[in-house]
């Protein structure tokens, strides 16, 4: 970290489901994150806008537009940025092989550790048996899954007005559902074994808004989560290590570093 500045720099920073376009997108948060880090390769694991959603209904407040302006501030700046859309914002997909504004828009990529290995990097979708054979229910869960966010903001509504830090109801009753934990292991699986068929050391996804990095029978499998309940990313350090960094429980620990601060001052006063 760049004591001076802030900043910290990794070489490489892979983010996804975003979902901008929804109410349930903590752009705000993603946007501290990006002003406190920064890297020589950025990735767009997918899903970053949510055509679905703005299909149904358009919302779009500033902090989204700020979102996608950071971004292509980094492009031009010399970073190198890959989207790899996913199933929320397939329609990227007609667009493959093509670059805007320095973001290059691939199906999938290969990225290099600094310390040699390789790993797949791809949205996951494709590995989703619902997603693939019965898109129509995917619809309706989505669906079920907007109202389950819904909740999760009046929650967290409630607890800031109680002096609390933000806390994902949402994905702490995912946790909790056997289904939703079967599912993610079967999601896992299949991962770990499209990894040994390309013959890669690890594999880098996301959908599935659950942040995991974990060996998976000699494959290092990792999900850099979402910015729509953990508010997480994975990155790479310079020496090739690889970290999942969850951004609300830093802002969790600077919010509870303040509090002492004004403590001090009142008490002075």
């Not at 500033?62 to 989207?83: P, S």
């Not at 667009?95 to 310390?115: N, P």
């Not at 509504?157 to 292991?185: E, N, P, Q």
């Amino acid at each position: 970290m760049d004591a001076s500045s802030g900043v910290t720099r990794y070489r490489s920073i892979w983010i996804s489901d975003v979902h901008l376009g929804t109410r349930g997108c903590k752009a705000e948060f993603l946007l501290d994150f990006l002003k406190h880090n920064e890297s020589d390769h950025l990735y767009l694991v997918g899903d970053i806008v949510d055509g679905w959603r703005l299909r149904k209904s358009w919302y779009w407040p500033q902090a989204h537009n700020d979102v996608v302006q950071k971004i292509l501030r980094r492009a031009r700046k010399g970073v190198h940025v890959y989207y790899i859309p996913g199933n929320h914002d397939e329609a990227a997909r007609d667009y493959i092989g093509l670059q805007f504004g320095g973001v290059h828009v691939v199906e999938e990529w290969v990225h290099k550790t600094a310390d040699g290995r390789s790993f797949l990097v791809t949205h996951g979708d494709r590995f989703d048996v619902v997603v693939k054979y019965a898109k129509w229910l995917a619809f309706i869960g989505d669906n079920a899954y907007v109202v389950l966010l819904h909740a999760n903001n009046l929650f967290n509504a409630v607890r800031r007005k109680l002096g609390f830090t933000y806390w994902s109801l949402s994905a702490f009753l995912k946790h909790k559902a056997k289904t939703a934990v079967d599912f993610i292991g079967k999601y896992e699986e299949a991962l770990g074994d499209e990894a040994r068929r390309r013959k890669v050391d690890g594999i880098i996804c996301g959908h599935i808004h659950t942040a995991e990095m974990r060996e998976l029978e000699g494959i290092l499998y990792c999900n850099d989560g979402d910015w729509v309940e953990s508010c997480t990313a994975l990155v790479e350090h310079p020496c090739g290590r690889l970290e999942i960094i969850n951004w609300a429980d830093v802002l969790r620990r600077r919010t509870t570093l303040k509090v002492p601060e004004k403590t001090a001052e009142k008490a002075a006063a």
